[in-house]
């Protein structure tokens, strides 16, 4: 394992020496009840998944909310300010807006992006071009935002489906963080995701788990193999350093580019 960097994010000339590969490969945090967290998490998301949308938006909703003001937090360290108030806002008002429709929840996105906007352009003694400090509060909240109003959308279209993705994606985040946490190499723990990953797609597409069939079981099944490890290379090039302490962004960070994907997908796929 790599020696760990001290936490957080210093000085913007701290960030800028980081090397691009410490941005995306960030290690394994060995630190509080992580395995407790992950199978509560697990539970919750299941849970939520069956009880219907409203629940769906209220779990990933409130995640997505901790990460975005987390993700700022950390961001405002390093002399950036994106807006807390409105990172954190975007990021529930989306998937909150996704349970009455696709309709509402762009126009909640395009809010969102219009609220960065003006808050930037008003904001005193700025340091960054209102464009991007624009930027830098939907660099917050808007990926994490997006993620949570896709499981919204899934749960709306088909729970059985959203289920599926959890099971999948827990089995990546599960085989990733046991074999990488004591691998030599940072590919290891993302590769024996990627088999758990595969193995759970065999027992879906073998025994046609509600809704899909057993081709279609491998395509989804592959897209999570491909996308939740991307996911989770993505997390801390949103934050302002690989090892920047955003708890809540980490949780949802093998989710960032496969749901969205898989909401897509199976609008295709079923209506």
Partial sequence: MRPARPTGAGSADDFASFAWVDRLVSGYDLEGPRVRMGILWFVLAVAAAVAGSVAVALLFGIVAFAAALQTAAAWRRTRRRPSRLVAGTGALAMPVAATLGIGLAGVAALAFAAAAALVAAVQPRRRLHPVAAAGYTLRCGFFVALAAASAVFLARTDAAAL???????????????????GAASPVEGPVAGIAAVLVLTFTVAVFELPPFESGSAWVFGGFVAVLAPLGRFLAPVLAPSADARVPALRRLDSYLLVTPIWAWMLWQYLL
């Fill in 163 to 181: 289920v599926t993705l959890v099971v999948l994606v827990s089995a990546f985040e599960t085989g990733d963080y046991l074999v990488g946490t």
